[in-house]
DNA sequence: CTAGAAAATTAGGTAAGCTTAACTTCGGTA
DNA sequence: TACCGAAGTTAAGCTTACCTAATTTTCTAG
C-alpha cells in the first residue's frame, strides 16, 4: 500500500465522506457537495477519480462509500486536523472558535515526522479541543456514547464531552456561556413550546442559560447521574 | 493595496526572485527555472501573469526585477519561511537540516494571526537556524556584512553567522563537524593545489577540519580579529 | 559584422478542479 | 402505474500550472 501523492482537494473529499458517516449520515453527493462548499457537478467528478484511485466505491446514483483504502486517509487527515487544532490551542493560544480554518489548511502539507513531534509533545492525545476524538497514529479510534444534551431528563447532570459543529460564531458563543468540554451541566427544562431548552452551567449554583434546541442538539455530553436520557 | 490571493505558485516565484537577488545573483528566466525545478517556459509564463499583477517587471529577453508590491509578497513569505524553520528547531525540536522542506510547504499556508503568534513565542527573532535574517513583521531587513569562510586570512579567527545553503546533506555534514551558526573557527591554510580550506573549528584546541572551496564558500562568518579578509 | 550557441519565447497540449446549463434517473405519491 | 420533483450526471468551458518541441532573440567570439 504505497498510495500516497493525493492532492489537498482529494483529501477533503475524503474526510468530507468520513465526517458525513461519523455524524451518521448517508455520503450522498449532495451532502458531500454541501460539506465542501462546491457544486454537484464537482463532487460527481471527484468521485469518479477516487473510485478509479480504489478509494471511494460509487455506482451512479446510489449512495457512496468509503472503501477500506479510503477511509484510512481520510482517518490519518482527520488527526492531523485534530492534533493541530489542540497544538494550536495548547501551545499557541488560540482559540477553540478559531483553530478549525487554520487546521484546514495546514492539515494537508505537515509530514508525517511533523505529525509525530506534535502528538509526542501533546502526550499522544484522544481528544481535541471540541472534544473530537484523535485517530491514533495506527488509526485506530477510541469510542465513547455520549447523549445529546437535548436529550436529556430534567434533574439530570452530565459533563459536556463534545460539541459537534465548528461554526466559530457558534463556538464562541458557547465559550461565552462557559459550556466547553469538560464543563458540569445541569439539565432544568424544555420550554412548553418552541424548542428552546434552560440548563443550569456549573457545578454549584451555576449560571442558568436557555439554548436553542439546536444548539443543545450538537452538545454532547456524558451524564453523572443514572437516569439519563428523556424517552422518545 | 488590498492584493492578495496569490496561489503557493505565485508566491514561490515571488520568493524564488527575491532570494535570487539576497545572493546578489541576477533574476533571469533560467535562474528561476532552475531555483524553481520548473523549465523555462513555466517561468516566462508565470512572469507574464505576475507582470500582469504589477508584482513583477520585465521586458521580453531581459532581466527580471520585483516591483515594491512583489518584493513585499517576497519578505512576506520569507518571514513565514524562516519564522517557520526557528519555530520547528526550537520548539519541535527539529534539525537544521530538515527545517527548510517542512517550511517551504507550511509558508503559504499559516495566517497572518498564526504568523504572529510564533513570532511572539519566539521573542520576535531576528536570525533563522541558518543565520539567515528574518524580516520583521515591517518586512524591514536587519543588514550584517558578513565574510566568506574561504575569503579569510590564515589565523584569522571568526565567528560562524550564517550558512547560504539549504541542501540537507550539507547541512548535516557541517552540523557533524560543528560548523554551525555560533561556532568560532579559526582560518587555519588553503591548500597550494585543488580547492580546500583547513579550519579549527571551537574556541581552544578544537578540531582541525579541511573542507572543499565551494563549501567554505557557503559559510560566511563575522571575524573576530582585525585583519579580515586575505586580499583579491 | 556575422555565425552559432545560449537564452527566452511561442505554440500546442495535458491534468486538476472548478463552474453553469442541459439532461437523465430515481423514488414517492396520486 | 404514471408523473413529477429532487438528486445526480453529462456536456461544455474556464483557469492555473505544468510540460515538450519549435522558433526567435541576443550576445559573444572569431
Ligand atoms: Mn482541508
Ligand atoms: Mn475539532
Ligand atoms: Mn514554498
Ligand atoms: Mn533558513
Redesign the interface.
Known sequence: MIRKDLTPAMEDYLKGAYLLRERGEDITVLALAEALKVTPPSVTGMVKRLAGLGLIEHTPYRLIELTPAGTAVALEIVRHHRLLELY?AE????AWD?VH??AD??E????E??EE??AE?LGQPAIDPHGDPIPARDLTLPERDLVRLSALRPGVQATIARVSNQEPGLLHYLGTLGMVPGAVVTFVEVAPYGNVVTVKVGAGKGAVHSIAGEVASRVLTMPTSDEVAAPH
Open positions: 494550536l501551545f499557541l493560544g488560540m478559531e480554518s487554520e489548511r495546514l494537508h502539507h505537515i509530514s515526522d511533523l513531534r506534535i509533545r
